[in-house]
């Protein structure tokens, strides 16, 4: 018996996938992969050991070059990567576990010190300030998208989805949140498009939507996932015109039946006076398909989300860098090892 039942009731997803328990890893940027973005042996093992958690959504991870913000992020475009990733999915899945790969594309947030060339994003709007961790590298000037360039960029998630697929995940989330490229068109703050991309809630949601139905064509519905921020807190200003846009955008995804949706956010206990309040609050009014809640969860407050029916997953992110056991530690009501940024030097 646990204190924390509600974590540990299966949970079926759809006809595809069933999931062993609520408990899902959260996607966390680790920037330890090899050379070529490839990921390694110890990502592999480091994955394989929190596989009892009922899914696990990998590290972001970037559909082609020019969407990378960050030292070391694996990719999901060439075949090394791929080969990389089979030695993942192969040790999530040897200890009964589950894994969806979280395809990725930061936009504005990209920057020429990795990628060469000069970011792109919805429109010519930089991010004021400087790279974490490389105080000397600021965030520089995108430029606008072209809409042939923007169908390319529709392909290329649905090929990295499809490569994800080749590699053994489950499933793909497709990284709608925390400002980076598709929440770039869904927020005024970084939206200034006069064409069919920007000012209206239909349009400023076209890209978010083409990608989902591009990805979902390529791998089914069943195996896509989406990640969204309603209030932008995170890389962008919040703007109250940015609720409508949401209001559209979750109406849209509801009838498309995917996996899941999953709440983007470091701390659910934000309240957005524009959407009402909390984040997740929010979502669970516009959205009845599966939602995973997050933001600082504790089991305690995990379990009472679950059964007030707040969300129906509860994705849990530092500490799972922490406890590489947390299920079974929640489990048998152990202590939890606080987590610490320090770790984020060695995966264990
Ligand atoms: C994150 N988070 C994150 N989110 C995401 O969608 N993709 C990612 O790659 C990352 N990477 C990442 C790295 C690190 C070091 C941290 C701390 C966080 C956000 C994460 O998934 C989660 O939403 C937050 O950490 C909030 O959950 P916890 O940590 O309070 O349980
Ligand atoms: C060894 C270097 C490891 C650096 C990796 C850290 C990258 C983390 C990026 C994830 C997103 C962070 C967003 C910052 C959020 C602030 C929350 C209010």
């Known amino acids: 018996m646990t204190a924390y039942q509600p974590l540990f009731e299966p949970y079926r997803l759809n006809d595809r996938l069933t999931l062993a328990n609520r408990i ?34 990998s590290e972001a991870t970037i559909i082609r070059p020019d969407g990378q913000g960050y ?48 970011p792109v994003a919805p429109s010519a709007v930089a991010f004021e300030g400087t790279l974490p961790r490389m105080r000397e590298l600021s965030y520089e000037l995108p430029r606008e998208l072209g ?21 053994g995940f489950d499933g793909v989330e497709i990284h709608g949140a925390n400002g980076y490229l598709i929440d770039q068109f869904l927020h005024h703050d970084t939206n200034h498009r006069a064409d069919d991309y920007g000012r209206t809630p239909e349009n400023m949601s076209r890209f978010a ?36 846009v949401f209001d559209h955008l979750l109406g849209e995804l509801e009838r498309r ?23 997740s609050e929010y979502l669970r009014r516009r959205y009845q398909g599966t939602l995973i809640g997050v933001g600082g969860l504790t089991p305690q407050t995990a379990s009472e989300g679950l059964a007030q029916g707040r969300f129906e997953l509860a994705a849990i992110g530092r500490p799972f860098i922490a406890n590489p056991d947390y299920v079974r530690r929640v489990q048998q009501a152990e202590p939890l090892v606080e987590y610490h940024q320090d770790m984020l030097a060695e995966l264990v």
């Open 24 to 57: 899902v890893m959260a996607p966390l940027t680790r920037s330890m992969a090899g050379p070529g973005l490839v990921p390694t042996r110890a990502m592999a093992d480091y994955y394989g050991r929190r596989a009892d958690a009922g899914l696990i959504v």
């Open 71 to 118: 030292p070391d992020t694996p990719g999901i475009y060439s075949q090394a990567q791929i080969d990389g990733w089979k030695q993942v999915t192969a040790a999530v899945h040897r200890n009964g576990g589950k894994i969806f790969m979280q395809l990725w594309h930061v936009g504005r947030l990209a920057h020429s010190h990795f990628t060469g060339e000069q």
């Open 147 to 167: 809409r042939e360039e923007i169908a390319q960029l529709v392909a290329d998630y649905a090929r990295a989805a499809e490569n994800a697929i080749a590699a």
């Open 209 to 244: 939507l083409e990608v989902v139905d591009a990805v979902a064509a390529r791998v089914g519905a069943d195996r896509t996932a989406i990640r969204l921020t309603p209030g932008a807190y995170v890389h962008m200003q919040a703007d109250a015109r940015d609720r409508a």
């Open 257 to 279: 039946e995917l996996a899941y949706l999953h709440l983007g956010i470091f701390d659910d206990s934000l309240s957005f006076d524009f959407l009402g309040g909390r984040a």
